[in-house]
């Protein structure tokens, strides 16, 4: 059974919770408590039975989107990042016409109160407006449930209806978490397990599918209900692991919530998302999340960067919970769990030799021979490594299949993807952060004869405090640079790009040229590079669009220098 033919079985949350008194104990708990507060609390103008049958209301689905409501369906109202009391009330005006019933994260009297009451300036709805506010609630055509803490249960529940009517045996699930590195490791698990002979998927910023097979998605963590019947639709594939990228934001809103991740890890942290994140500090603790067992029951193993400066965040919360906690580095004074020894990188991949500290001859040295571009691939190598062998108990097997496995690894596309050429050497990658690119250009400066050339920009509409810092990494990291537009958005590229140039002195300006068309910015650097130059196209990686004013339209970095290089006869 799919999920789409789902659509037509009922349920009610009576049957939900006696379906799960002993397979998910603190879910029953919950919806039984869900109901017993909504009776005392919301439902005080009406009768109470009337609020206890909302328990053995038939329904469909849930939903999160008013707009793919139908009818019979529930609607879970959550709170908006950006808070809009009048549309929050649209969307359960409209939701309450057709639904079973409503779950509102929201206290609906304060809701329509606000609403009411848009004009007022205090926090505190007025008298009238609540009176008001009950009268509207008790004739809407459904019930509506305050739910304040859904997301606590919310992907439970979700996953609870999928099983309810066709139970399927879940994935295991691989959660990666930190600014760089998450598409890449997580592709790397997949392709670990698969060329293991395990069955395996992903999901995150690169598409959500089985290798091969992937669908692009629009966020890196989607939402409660896009992530749980991903999960399911996993599970009726029959695939046995799921490598997953735990962004801050879907961390942070518990979209993740009811995931079975068994291992997490931490890449690292480096300066992104201050847009929606306070600080740095908040940023980590978002991030944290991931390995708090009481976010995440199934945790068993913590597999931590320590060579990042905020990795003490993550190996407190792993240790207080109790987990396995093996760290990796590339740093070989350290005594790291998993260490890179030796680290020989070329423009073909890298060599490296493996140690590990688990007491066993023939795990704790192994050479390895990466395709991967990037020194800082190698980290993300054995991260990927870390995790695999974390599913496996016999170690010493499990790392000496994995070392010949790993030569048959591809990187994830639009990371160090390099596109072929008769001369020079073209990248495109999906650096984005001033951390990210100075990496990037770090790895590749040591390979480079000629000059080594970065073309990039910033996005619109998020960090504006990025923009220099983005500058001046390439500035410190390239040669040449070409400042150009990425995803503007709302903005104007020509203010995001004098943002970028603020603090940049005459030296700097003489190496940069400024070209707010991406296409053409491509095209002048594939024309002005010469024979032995490297040229990284940085920021969009995998991205097929650019966004201008709301619109998407097509446009793929790698198909755009290809056809630079084709015209400039470079193929």
């Not at 990042?81 to 009330?89: C, E, G, H, L, Y």
């Not at 506010?133 to 019930?143: E, F, G, M, R, T």
């Not at 010469?530 to 339209?553: C, F, P, S, W």
């Amino acid at each position: 059974m799919t999920i789409s033919s789902l659509d037509s079985a009922t349920v009610t949350l009576q049957q939900l919770i006696d379906a799960n008194k002993s397979q998910q104990q603190k879910l029953a708990e919950q919806l039984t408590a869900m109901i017993e507060t909504s009776i005392q609390k919301v439902f005080k103008q009406a009768e109470s039975e009337q609020a206890q049958s909302t328990a053995h209301i038939p329904f469909q689905q849930f939903r999160l989107d008013s707009r793919q409501l139908e009818a019979n369906d529930v609607f879970i109202l959550l709170k908006s990042q950006t808070a809009n009391p009048q549309k929050s009330r649209n969307y359960l005006l409209q939701a309450a016409e057709q639904a079973a019933f409503i779950l509102s994260e929201i206290d609906p009297i304060v809701l329509l109160s606000e609403a009411d009451n848009s004009s007022n300036t205090t926090n505190e709805p007025q008298t009238d407006s609540i009176a008001n506010a009950q009268q509207q609630l008790a004739a809407l055509s459904c019930h509506v449930l305050y739910v304040p803490n859904i997301r606590d249960f919310l992907g439970s529940l979700i996953q609870a209806r999928l099983q309810y009517q066709q139970p399927v045996t879940l994935p295991t699930v691989v959660a990666v978490t930190g600014t760089n590195g998450k598409t890449t490791i997580s592709q790397l698990v997949a392709q670990l397990t698969q060329l293991m002979g395990q069955s395996s998927a992903v999901m995150g910023t690169a598409g959500n599918g089985r290798l091969g097979a992937l669908v692009q998605a629009s966020h890196t963590t989607g939402d409660a209900l896009a992530v749980q019947q991903f999960l399911y639709k996993m599970g009726t594939e029959q695939a046995e692991i799921l490598a997953l990228e735990a962004s801050s934001h879907g961390l942070d809103q518990q979209r993740l919530q009811g995931m079975p991740v068994t291992v997490a890890i931490y890449t690292n942290l480096s300066r992104d998302h201050l847009d929606y994140h306070a600080d740095m500090a908040e940023y980590a603790a978002a991030k944290a999340k991931l390995f708090d067992k009481a976010h995440f029951p199934d945790l068993t193993h913590a597999i931590i960067n320590i060579d990042d400066e905020h990795a003490h965040v993550m190996l407190d919360t792993a240790n207080a919970s109790d987990l396995t906690v093996w760290t990796y580095s590339l740093d070989s004074s350290k005594s790291a769990t998993f260490v890179a020894a030796d680290i020989s990188p070329s423009l073909q991949g890298v060599k490296i030799n493996l140690r590990t500290n688990f007491g066993d001859e023939k795990a704790d040295n192994i050479e390895i021979i990466s395709p991967l571009l990037g020194r800082f691939n190698v980290a993300n190598l054995l991260a990927a490594i870390a995790a695999v062998v974390a599913l496996d108990v016999d170690l010493a097997i499990n790392i000496e299949r994995i070392a010949p496995a790993v030569a048959q690894l591809q990187g994830a596309v639009g990371r160090m993807q390099r596109v072929p050429s008769n001369d020079g050497c073209f990248i495109v990658d999906y650096a984005h952060t001033p951390d990210a690119l100075s990496q990037v250009l770090a790895s590749l400066k040591t390979h480079c004869k000629g000059q080594l050339w970065a073309v990039f920009g910033c996005g619109g509409d998020r960090d504006a405090g990025k923009r220099p810092l983005m500058a001046q990494a390439g500035l410190a990291g390239a040669d040449q640079v070409v400042l150009t537009a990425d995803n503007p958005r709302t903005e104007d590229p020509n203010v995001i790009l004098q943002d970028m140039q603020a603090g940049m002195t005459a030296e700097q300006y003489q190496r940069t040229h400024i070209e707010p068309a991406r296409q053409t910015a491509i095209e002048y650097a594939v024309s002005h590079s010469g024979l032995d130059d490297i040229v990284v196209i940085a920021g969009k990686g995998h991205e097929t669009y650019q966004e201008i004013n709301n619109v998407r339209y097509d446009f793929d970095d790698s198909v755009v220098l290809q056809q630079a290089l084709n015209q400039a006869g470079r193929v």
